[in-house]
């Protein structure tokens, strides 16, 4: 399995900003601990996505965090990104992963245990379960109950976090479920100090995820992760 270290997953939100204030958001995420990065870019040219995505992936490189980029496995491999992440309108994942090699990171969405075996069988690394609470993001999606964020937690070997307006006031719902982490857009983005809004959010991860009882299958790796970071 290829090492990485879910407990704070960002993905980006460029809604709004300039590109100087977009990077600089990404550049203080980083600095305040975020240990994934995925870029999500839904209206952008091909052409700007990539460009985009290379100016990126040079942040997350002087961090040692990983990049994936969302949907578009030929933007990931256009820029040498560490991984993609495939959702239920996109390609396979077992695509994906002939695409990207065994070599990068291929994450998934499920919303269900069924759901969840399947992209794990045909090779995810890692899922993202949710939306647990409504999302500016994405609006029009459905909501996942905490005891199936538990079952899928509990039926497959591979990272779990959770995902769809979390913050650092309704981590709580968590209490008790083995995730690997939790994924958060604007929690960070909209924050008025994103490096501190990152340094607290991965802190509750991190006391979170100690408390819990995780897959001694990828455990190791998410030591071993976690202490070639680079991250203090």
Request: charged fraction near 25%; glycine fraction near 6%.
């Amino acid at each position: 399995m290829r090492n990485f270290d879910p407990s704070l997953y960002f993905i980006t939100d460029s809604t709004g900003f300039t590109e100087e204030e977009f990077l600089y958001r990404v550049e203080q995420a980083l600095i305040g601990g975020a240990t994934m990065l995925q870029l999500r870019e839904k209206e952008k040219t091909t052409r700007e996505y990539m460009e985009l995505a290379i100016k990126v992936h040079a942040l997350t490189q002087k961090f040692n965090v990983p990049l994936l980029i969302d949907d578009r496995v030929d933007v990931a491999l256009a820029v040498d990104a560490e991984g993609v992440h495939v959702g239920a309108s996109d390609l396979p994942v077992a695509a994906a992963r002939r695409l990207m090699g065994d070599h990068k990171i291929v994450g998934a969405t499920a919303k269900t245990v069924p759901w969840a075996q399947d992209v794990y069988e045909q090779g995810a690394d890692y899922l993202g379960v949710g939306a647990i609470y409504p999302t500016t993001t994405k609006v029009k999606t459905v909501l996942t109950s905490t005891d199936t964020l538990r079952d899928i937690c509990e039926a497959v070997p591979i990272p779990v976090n959770a995902i769809g307006g979390l913050n650092k006031d309704n981590l709580d719902i968590l209490d008790g479920i083995p995730i690997a982490g939790i994924c958060v857009v604007s929690a960070i983005m909209k924050a008025p100090d994103p490096a501190l809004a990152a340094k607290e959010l991965r802190a509750q991860a991190e006391k979170q995820k100690s408390s819990q009882k995780i897959h001694k299958k990828y455990q190791h790796s998410l030591l071993t992760s976690a202490n070639n970071s680079g991250i203090t």
